[in-house]
């Protein structure tokens, strides 16, 4: 398993920048492709971005293309989520996600994801 701690919430007016970080732990973690969900209340979790297992490939939901980057620092075991020109529909609680599989490539789909942190709030203001 691998433990997975989110940070870096809060609230932003709109145009403004966030940059999520989500600590791991875990022999392993540079082997885990990662990945950041949002869910809003009432609404199923979304996919935002993800990253393969020696970052080289990434992938994005069409609403944050351009906006947001998602990178990760194996010596470090963060995977961080930089959040620019940000939107009031961006407000949601932020999830960090591990992949089930090791050497495993970024998946858009929230069942290929064994491991979750907690959360983080992300608020946009208009």
């Known amino acids: 398993q691998v433990q997975l701690v989110e940070s870096g919430g809060g609230l932003v007016q709109a145009g403004g920048s966030l940059r999520l970080s989500c600590a791991a732990s875990?022999?392993?973690?540079?082997?885990?492709?990662m990945g950041w969900f949002r869910q809003v209340p009432g609404k199923e979790r979304e996919f935002v971005a993800a990253?393969?297992?020696?970052?080289?490939?990434?992938y994005y939901t069409d609403s944050v293309k351009d906006r947001f980057t998602i990178s990760r620092d194996n010596a470090k075991n963060i995977v961080y989520l930089q959040m620019n020109s940000l939107k009031p529909e961006d407000t949601a609680v932020y999830y960090c996600?591990?992949?089930?599989?090791?050497?495993?490539?970024?998946?858009?789909?929230?069942?290929?994801?064994?491991?979750w942190g907690q959360g983080t709030q992300v608020t946009v203001s208009s």
């Open positions: 996600a591990a992949h089930h599989s090791s050497y495993s490539s970024a998946s858009v789909d929230s069942n290929d994801y064994g491991s």
């Open positions: 875990g022999r392993t973690f540079s082997t885990y492709a």
């Open positions: 990253i393969s297992w020696g970052g080289s490939k990434k």
